[in-house]
């Protein structure tokens, strides 16, 4: 035990150092930060706002400019509003464009703790502005299909990470089953963005690793919105993103001038101990697991981070290590005493590192492990390396607080490899629970069928078994989702044939049993159908899997032919793992009918029951169907023998034969 665990810390904190080795080598950062560069030279009051390149055999680079953004606020920065006003929460289910963020939204009405989806206005105001532009609109167009890099510096960098995820909504809503095309955002010294529970929302969607974010150490702006709202110096932000438009522009806009005239006579260190007060109370609140103190800034880290420094860089992608870093990274830096590290020379240095970045790796000497680090272990060395490469020196003394935070996280957020490895014995170890449930479903085959069965508790015994094993399922696959949700297992393992088919597999023969207990305690009548308000989150993703994975074009509402081959016997299970939901809405709507006099509502409920006979019968006749479907008592067959007899009358066959 202790060798496995071991051998799992010294190969635990390599992908910190290697990874930012690897970001800074590579010429994707440069390329990224060209792109902004042209974009913030373009970045003009009547400009587009973005610019875009490449795309002859590579990735299309899209730049935004927060320049515009930045105008826009200007004004009220010299009036004296703070950041309480320009850069105040916006829910986006509140806000109109919300509806471009649809699958961060629409999962649930509200994040698991109560806290609604919310991204800062200032950046949220230049989206808009970005999506009412039909140039904009004949750009996304033109990237549709192609990998894209989009980028953007300061408040540009905010503004490039709402259009990705735009896009990225629009991608996970499109029903097309080819892979979707890679998309990045890089961003470089930008302000946070949204809360905690964008955060959780990003994770829950799996598009953490799309986001990469560029922080330099001596940067105040991506620490900037750590403090409070009403104390945060919004003239900072506003006039930091100012002071890249030539001198004379900068005269020549009166209200330009100002902001960056009380930028300039801002106090330096007051600025960075109001900063570090409060970075510091959100690296202890996360280090916690501690809720967002009242009052506090409601913002925090999504994606991953890159940390730079002269000495290298390091990622991390792990929330709570993310903001521990950008709070340990800039209280270890100290400031000279010359002026040569000005908020101004700090937050447009970028240009300078991805250049210095890559030489620097190349002439770097080794770190003498033997001074610094009592145990030498490759886990440690590689923890060593990454407070270096961020900035960090190792007799400094965050280095002490911020060696202990990252190997707490990492031990908490195991290797997604190792994570999914567990997972597989745990599976192998609920598999008995499945194989009861099928053995129960077998006992009832040629009477009741399991799902009446289970509805009507059937054989006491036999029943509590089933529901025993079905609570215990459900636990076990709530868990893997979970755990998909937090990015502690593979970034494929939605993909991965083995964990679609025993998902697809349990979907199949546990729903109709949570179907059966939603009918039996009458839920329908308080909460609604099923379909629409009963089902678990859980059944949707499945569907999601099984659907991405073969396009098979079976799921909850498909009618069309799973098979293009006709089966020669009934399928073990029922293909369609709503099929009993919509028995039951035909058992009702057919009750519903034989009392009903409105000859338009009458019309409106036998359309319904012709289009689910024609359903259900082509399943019966493809066989995609379990055998349990046509027991003589199941509800399908007495829906069918009601549903007959209703057929009789003069009245319904009268409102047929138009169909």
């Known amino acids: 035990m202790e060798d496995a665990r071991g051998e799992e810390e010294n190969s635990m904190f390599e992908t910190s150092h290697v990874l930012g080795a690897l970001l800074a080598s590579s010429p994707l950062l440069a390329r990224a930060w060209d792109r902004c560069v042209a974009a913030a030279d373009g970045g003009g009051a009547s400009s587009l706002g973005f610019v875009h390149g490449g795309g002859d055999g590579g990735p299309v680079y899209v730049a935004f400019s927060g320049m515009q953004a930045a105008l826009s606020a200007a004004g009220a920065a010299v009036a004296g509003c703070g950041g309480a006003e320009l850069f105040r929460p916006v829910g986006l289910r509140e806000d109109a464009a919300g509806r471009f963020f649809a699958p961060l939204v629409a999962a649930e009405p509200e994040d698991a703790d109560g806290e609604p989806v919310a991204v800062q206005a200032l950046a949220l105001q230049g989206f808009s502005r970005l999506c009412s532009s039909p140039e904009f609109q004949v750009l996304l167009n033109q990237i549709r299909g192609k990998a894209v890099v989009f980028t953007g510096h300061s408040l540009g960098g905010a503004i490039a990470t709402l259009v990705a995820l735009h896009y990225l909504c629009t991608l996970s809503s499109s029903s097309a089953c080819a892979p979707a095309p890679p998309v990045l955002c890089v961003t470089f010294g930008s302000p946070l963005l949204g809360n905690e529970a964008l955060s959780r929302a990003i994770l829950r969607e799996r598009w953490a690793g799309n986001f990469c974010h560029v922080v330099s150490q001596h940067d105040v702006v991506p620490r900037l919105l750590f403090c409070p709202l009403n104390v945060t110096p919004a003239h900072i932000a506003v006039g930091l993103q100012l002071h890249q438009l030539p001198v004379r522009a900068r005269r020549a806009a009166g209200v330009v001038a100002t902001v960056t005239a009380r930028m300039a006579d801002t106090n330096q260190e007051s600025l960075r101990q109001l900063i570090l007060e409060h970075a510091g109370a959100a690296a202890i609140e996360q280090k916690l697991a501690a809720p967002v103190i009242r009052g506090g800034s409601p913002y925090r880290p999504s994606g991953a981070y890159v940390l730079c420094s002269p000495d290298g860089a390091a990622c991390v992608d792990n929330l709570t290590a993310a903001v521990q870093m950008l709070y340990a990274t800039f209280a270890a830096w100290c400031p000279p005493v010359t002026g040569a590290a000005s908020p101004e020379a700090a937050h447009s240095c970028y240009g300078d590192l991805v250049v210095s970045m890559p030489h620097h790796l190349l002439l770097k000497r080794r770190l003498d492990t033997t001074a610094t680090v009592p145990a030498a272990s490759n886990y440690d060395v590689g923890i060593s390396l990454a407070l270096e490469a961020s900035g960090i020196a190792g007799e400094t003394t965050e280095a002490a607080p911020v060696r202990h935070w990252l190997k707490t996280s990492k031990r908490v957020c195991r290797s997604p490899s190792l994570n999914c490895a567990s997972l597989a014995r745990r599976l192998g170890r609920i598999t008995p629970c ?10 009832f085959d040629g009477d009741t069928g399991y799902y009446d069965a289970f509805k009507q508790r059937l054989s006491p015994k ?57 009918y039996r305690n009458n839920l329908h009548r308080t909460r609604g159908s099923y379909i629409t308000h009963g089902r678990e989150r859980r059944y949707e993703l499945f569907d999601k899997w099984w659907n991405q994975k073969g396009c098979t074009g079976v799921g909850t509402g498909d009618t069309s032919a799973a098979m293009a081959a006709r089966r020669s016997k ?23 009918a034989k009392s009903e006099r409105d000859t338009a509502v009458l019309a409106m409920m036998l359309e319904r029951l012709h289009k689910f006979e024609r359903y259900s019968s082509e399943l019966v006749e493809n066989k995609d169907i379990s055998i349990d479907v046509v027991a003589p008592q199941s509800s399908y067959s007495l829906w069918v023998n009601e ?4 057929k009789l009358r003069d009245e319904v066959r009268t409102v047929l034969f138009q169909f």
């Open 570 to 592: 009934f399928a073990g299970l029922t293909q369609d793992p709503c099929f009993w939901a919509k028995v039951e809405e035909a058992l009702e709507q057919v009750e519903c």
């Open 462 to 518: 036999k029943f509590s078994n089933a529901n025993m094993n079905r609570i215990k399922l459900a636990q076990f696959w709530d868990g893997v989702l979970a755990m998909l949700d937090t990015s502690q297992l593979p970034y494929d393992f939605h993909r991965r044939a083995k964990w679609v088919n025993a998902a697809h597999f349990y979907q199949l023969l546990v729903e109709p049993l949570d179907i059966a207990d939603y």
């Open 434 to 443: 499945r194989a009861q449930i099928e053995w129960y479903k077998a006992s």
């Open 643 to 646: 549903w007959s007899e209703l």
